[in-house]
T-cell receptor, first 113, second 114 residues
Framework: GENVEQHPSTLSVQEGDSAVIKCTYS??????FPWYKQELGKRPQLIID?????GEKKDQRIAVTLNKTAKHFSLHITETQPEDSAVYFC????????????FGTGTRLQVTL | DGGITQSPKYLFRKEGQNVTLSCEQN?????MYWYRQDPGQGLRLIYY???????QKGDIAEGYSVSREKKESFPLTVTSAQKNPTAFYLC?????????????FGSGTRLTVV
C-alpha cells in the first residue's frame, strides 16, 4: 500500500518568514495530493491540493509543488502569520479523487512574533 | 447547512465495554471513512465504505466494527477487543467521481478509557 513520509515534525518560524513542509510517497499510482490544516482541537480542513498532471499550484500565500519523478511534494507558506500556527498534514491517493487517502504524520508549525 | 456531524464530542469507556461513535453526513457523498488520530502518528485509517452495505478494512481495523445501512450514516463501534482505544476519532466523507475532491471531516470524538 501507499506510504507517506512527512518532514519536519515540528517547525518554528518568525512572523513574515517562509515555511516549507516536505512529503514523499511510495506508490507511483498516486495522483492526488491534498494538504490539510488542523488547528488545536478542531477538524482538519483542506487548504490546497494538486494533481499529478500539474507541477505547481498557488493560492495567495500558499503553494504546493509536485515532483512526480522523485515522488515528493511540498507545501510552501510565504509571509507567515500567527494564524498559520497549526498542524499540517499531507496526503496521497492512488485515484483521481479523494478515495482512501494515506496521510503523513503531520508537521506542527509555530509562527512566533 | 450541509456537513458531517459526529457525536458525542467526548466519550468515556469502561474496561470491557463496547461503545458506538456516530457519524452522519448530508452532503450526498458516496464514500465515508473513519480515522484514528494519536499524537505524533497522524491519521490512521480504520475502515472505509464506498457504497451502502459494503465496507473495507483500513490499516488498523482490529478491535473495531462498522456498518453502512444508509448512505448518510457510518457508525463505528469500538469493541472490548481494542486494547488501547483512547484516541481522537475522525469521520470523513468524499465524492468518488467528479465533484470537488478532498475529504470533509467531522469535528471528531475524543474517546477515553476510564
Amino acid at each position: 500500500g501507499e506510504n507517506v513520509e512527512q518532514h519536519p515534525s515540528t517547525l518554528s518560524v518568525q512572523e513574515g518568514d517562509s515555511a516549507v513542509i516536505k512529503c514523499t510517497y511510495s506508490d507511483s499510482a498516486s495522483n492526488y495530493f491534498p494538504w490539510y490544516k488542523q488547528e488545536l482541537g478542531k477538524r482538519p480542513q483542506l487548504i490546497i491540493d494538486i494533481r499529478s498532471n500539474v507541477g505547481e499550484k498557488k493560492d495567495q500565500r500558499i503553494a504546493v509543488t509536485l515532483n512526480k519523478t522523485a515522488k515528493h511534494f511540498s507545501l510552501h507558506i510565504t509571509e507567515t502569520q500567527p494564524e498559520d500556527s497549526a498542524v499540517y498534514f499531507c496526503a496521497a491517493a492512488p485515484t483521481g479523487t479523494a478515495s482512501k487517502l494515506t496521510f503523513g504524520t503531520g508537521t506542527r508549525l509555530q509562527v512566533t512574533l | 447547512d450541509g456537513g458531517i456531524t459526529q457525536s458525542p464530542k467526548y466519550l468515556f469507556r469502561k474496561e470491557g465495554q463496547n461503545v458506538t461513535l456516530s457519524c452522519e453526513q448530508n452532503l450526498n457523498h458516496d464514500a465515508m471513512y473513519w480515522y484514528r488520530q494519536d499524537p505524533g502518528q497522524g491519521l490512521r485509517l480504520i475502515y472505509y465504505s464506498q457504497i451502502v452495505n459494503d465496507f473495507q478494512k483500513g490499516d488498523i481495523a482490529e478491535g473495531y466494527s462498522v456498518s453502512r445501512e444508509k448512505k448518510e450514516s457510518f457508525p463505528l463501534t469500538v469493541t472490548s477487543a481494542q486494547k488501547n482505544p483512547t484516541a481522537f476519532y475522525l469521520c470523513a466523507s468524499s465524492v468518488l467521481t467528479g465533484g470537488t475532491p478532498g475529504y470533509t471531516f467531522g469535528s471528531g470524538t475524543r474517546l477515553t478509557v476510564v
